[in-house]
């Protein structure tokens, strides 16, 4: 019988999977940021430092609360080849939305000041995917899990 974690261990659970996000971000945006038009290169650099910032936020909150910080992986494989400038933006829009939905995690779990940033960081990663695709969704976060149940 499995037993389920404790509210504190689920906090825990959902800040390492957002550092885990957090960390395939700021892979993927040192690809995005070789691909990207010219145009969008600042905003690319200020992503990949926002997602940086956020990183070290949540490297300090994993200590905080008892745990080992997760470390980035060597390499983070891409969900598709990124040769053009259209590629890179499409990619920057599924990282956003990957990293939305690990702080809808953590925003579930939290409570207090972590559940305001973790609100704060969802609201970041919605409003970049929004940029990068030209669009927005309902449910940042959410969209992209209800697409995978129906697979």
Do not use: C, K, N
Not at 74 to 102: K, N, Q, S
């Amino acid at each position: 019988m499995t037993s389920e974690p404790t509210p504190a261990g689920q906090v825990l659970e959902a800040a390492q999977a957002a550092l885990a996000a957090e960390h395939a971000a700021a892979y993927g945006y040192g690809v995005i940021g070789a691909r990207a038009a010219a145009a969008r290169a600042a905003e690319a650099r200020e992503a990949y430092g926002g997602h940086l910032a956020r990183r070290d936020a949540l490297t300090r909150t994993v200590r905080e609360l008892g745990g080992s910080p997760r470390p980035a992986e060597a390499a983070y494989t891409l969900p598709f080849a990124v040769r053009t400038p259209d590629d890179a933006e499409r990619l920057a829009a599924g990282i956003e939305d990957r990293v939305a939905g690990a702080y809808s995690d953590l925003v579930r779990a939290a409570e207090g000041p972590l559940r305001r940033e973790a609100a704060d960081a969802l609201s970041a990663a919605a409003v970049r995917a929004a940029r990068w695709r030209g669009g927005g969704v309902a449910f940042p976060g959410l969209t992209e899990r209800a697409d995978a149940a129906q697979r």
